[in-house]
């Protein structure tokens, strides 16, 4: 199953120039670490550019990118965006397949995404990318809903 797992605040926003616009958080890093642990990542070369270290542990990195470089490294390995579907067909029997982000990478793969993990991080952050909230409403259910602190962790799955 193809699966996205994003923090956003109480406007869905994802980010702003570039980044997370609110404060560590270290429920929502757990929450997503004991997600996607053994899994596949799959993130837009922005999304890899901006992580703190590279690549995410103890899952396999796949950064998909619009540039004509193709390059496989044991760690991880570069995708272009017109293949990216077919590379995830590959893995999807396999391995849990967690798409990480960006706001683009989402948007090209909302027709192969089930479910939508989200952490809602208590608060508006002035974002300038976000989720499409109605679009996720429209054509997602709230499946599951829990809370831990001031995050609250929804999963939401194709209707």
């Given at each position: 199953m193809i699966k996205a797992i994003l923090a956003c605040d109480e406007d869905w926003g994802i980010g702003k120039d570039g980044d997370m616009?609110?404060?560590?958080?270290?429920?929502?890093?757990?929450?997503?670490?004991?997600?996607?642990?053994?899994?596949?990542?799959?993130?837009?070369?922005?999304?890899?550019d901006g992580l703190p270290?590279?690549?995410?542990?103890?899952?396999?990195?796949?950064?998909?990118?619009?540039?004509?470089?193709?390059?496989?490294?044991?760690?991880?390995?570069?995708v272009k965006f017109a293949d990216i579907k077919q590379k995830l067909l590959e893995f999807k029997e396999t391995k849990d397949i967690w798409i990480i982000g960006g706001?683009?990478?989402?948007?090209?793969?909302?027709?192969?995404?089930?479910?939508?993990?989200l952490s809602k991080i208590k608060g508006i952050y002035d974002c300038d990318t976000y989720l499409p909230e109605k679009f996720i409403k429209e054509h997602y259910l709230l499946k599951q809903s829990s809370k831990l602190g001031e995050v609250s962790f929804d999963v939401w799955c194709k209707k």
């Open positions: 616009p609110w404060p560590h958080n270290p429920a929502d890093l757990k929450w997503f670490k004991e997600n996607t642990t053994g899994g596949v990542v799959v993130m837009g070369k922005s999304t890899w270290f590279k690549p995410l542990p103890k899952r396999e990195n796949i950064i998909v990118t619009r540039s004509k470089q193709d390059i496989s490294i044991t760690d991880y390995q570069f706001a683009k990478l989402i948007e090209g793969l909302f027709d192969i995404i089930a479910e939508f993990h």
